[in-house]
């Protein structure tokens, strides 16, 4: 059996990492088992849905490589499809027309709290044998509700959860069409999952509700539903739900922050799921490893703490020309106007010292544009004990052959003749050349700057 999963967003608003969590796993458990991964948008929501908002959820997914085999698919452009299967369901008697007003519905479940019951449909317009039914109201247009089971229970093994058992009788007959003839959202999940031929639906457990009644509906129609996997809730960092509302970020936001793909994958792969201790792997390992079996069954916490160390680690282990090209991400100008074999040796020099791809553009950019120390920096450290010896290394440098070797030997010969200590001459070098006293190794922060930039920055008006 060929493995079929799907991710099934809203499109009411943007994706957060909460939400792409939810793409992330039935993408790595259909490539981890070659199967097919399909995106469906359920639009049904017409006044909330927007282009816009299929438009960033198919840019984030894109962006962090989750990319899909088929679809998107658009509920609203399957409206025909589900009318068919209501039709079918309605010559089966597996359907029925229930007349009951929105009031008296209300009623009915008021008066049910106040008897201390679980408000539900109490089966009023439900066809039994030998049993009369209220007459049809004129000019009232019926919702259609499903013919839920009555006794037994309905019963799945989730692969987060294990066993999850409910009785029939805590549900009501579902309605699953409205009185204008639209379907609704359970009942064109189930049309979707088995036109597409889905095996496994992993979502978020706030869908645990819908289950059993989506069960039912496939078993209704002689079919049986495919294995879920319902997914803890990944909380924010003050240990709520996240959400937009609670200050969640569209995932973009992170792309423009600097953060990699690859560690975007490894740390939401972690919220969730993990392989042994394995803190920091390649989304290759990641699939290689990835299961059912080892997904969290609890609440997983963001950290972005650990998200932007994560991040810092991807970049370490990222080869100095791929960084350059997410450097791109972040400052194109910076990519598209300088020499990329130069730009990877910036990336090389001062990767190890960056958690974003933002602060590795910070770095590279101060070897293109003026650089302005602050006061302070110039006053602490550029003091005239300290200036004759840098004058003095302008001079070696404006002559000697540019290359680490040469470089660390005209530092050498200013050292043996001030008398000076290396930090006493680099520091004021590096806060003249970078703006800051802290860089990596002088010699190479002077090659790569070049010599008329070096010769520039260290003249002393």
């Not at 997904?295 to 991040?311: I, M």
């Not at 302070?376 to 840098?390: F, Y």
Request: net charge negative; aromatic share 8%.
């Amino acid at each position: 059996m060929q493995v079929r999963t799907r991710f099934a967003p809203s499109p009411t608003g943007f994706i957060h990492l909460g939400n792409i969590r939810s793409a992330l796993y039935p993408w790595a458990f259909a490539r981890s088992k070659k199967g097919v991964f399909i995106l469906r948008i359920e639009d049904t929501d017409v006044e909330r849905s927007s282009q816009e908002a299929v438009d960033v959820i198919v840019e984030g997914m894109d962006w962090l490589g989750l990319t899909h085999d088929e679809g998107p698919f658009f509920q609203m452009q399957r409206m025909d499809r589900y009318k068919e299967v209501l039709a079918q369901m309605k010559e089966q008697g597996l359907v029925y027309p229930c007349y009951m007003s929105v009031e008296a519905l209300d009623a009915l479940r008021e008066q049910q709290k106040a008897d201390k019951e679980k408000p539900r449909y109490d089966g009023t317009w439900r066809p039994e044998p030998g049993k009369t039914l209220p007459p049809i109201p004129e000019g009232v247009k019926p919702v259609m509700r499903f013919k839920n089971p009555v006794g037994g229970s309905v019963v799945w093994e989730d692969k987060v959860k294990g066993r999850i058992e409910i009785s029939n009788d805590e549900l009501d007959d579902l309605v699953i069409a409205r009185p204008d003839g639209t379907p609704t959202y359970n009942f064109c999940v189930v049309v979707d999952d088995l036109d597409m031929n889905i095996t496994h639906v992993i979502r978020g457990d706030d869908h645990v509700n819908n289950t059993p009644r989506q069960i039912n509906i496939f078993r209704a129609l002689g079919k049986e539903p495919p294995v879920y996997a319902h997914l803890p809730t990944v909380l924010n960092e003050q240990g709520e739900k996240m959400s937009k509302r609670g200050g969640a970020k569209p995932v973009t936001q992170y792309r423009d922050e600097g953060y990699l793909p690859d560690a975007m994958v490894n740390y939401l792969a972690r919220l969730g799921w993990s392989h042994g201790d394995e803190e920091i792997f390649s989304r290759e390992q990641f699939l290689q490893w990835f299961d059912l079996d080892h997904l969290g069954k609890s609440a997983a916490q963001f950290d972005e703490a650990k998200l932007r160390w994560v991040n810092a680690q991807h970049i370490k282990s990222t080869p100095d020309e791929q960084l350059v090209g997410h450097l791109r991400a972040v400052r194109p100008a910076l990519v598209d106007g300088h020499d990329r074999a130069h730009l990877a040796r910036i990336c090389a020099l001062f990767k190890d010292r960056c958690d974003t791809t933002v602060a590795l553009a910070d770095w590279a950019e101060k070897f293109y544009q003026p650089v302005e120390a602050n006061s302070q920096e110039l006053a602490k450290h550029v003091t005239d004990g300290v200036r004759p010896a840098i004058s003095m290394l302008a001079k070696l440098l404006e002559t000697c052959a540019w290359d680490k070797a040469a470089i660390t030997e005209s530092i050498k010969e200013v050292l043996r003749a001030t008398g000076l200590k290396m930090p006493q001459l680099a520091m004021p070098v590096r806060v003249l050349l970078l703006g800051t006293a802290q860089t990596p190794s002088l010699d190479s922060v002077i090659e790569l700057c070049g010599r008329e930039t070096v010769l520039a920055r260290l003249r002393l008006e």
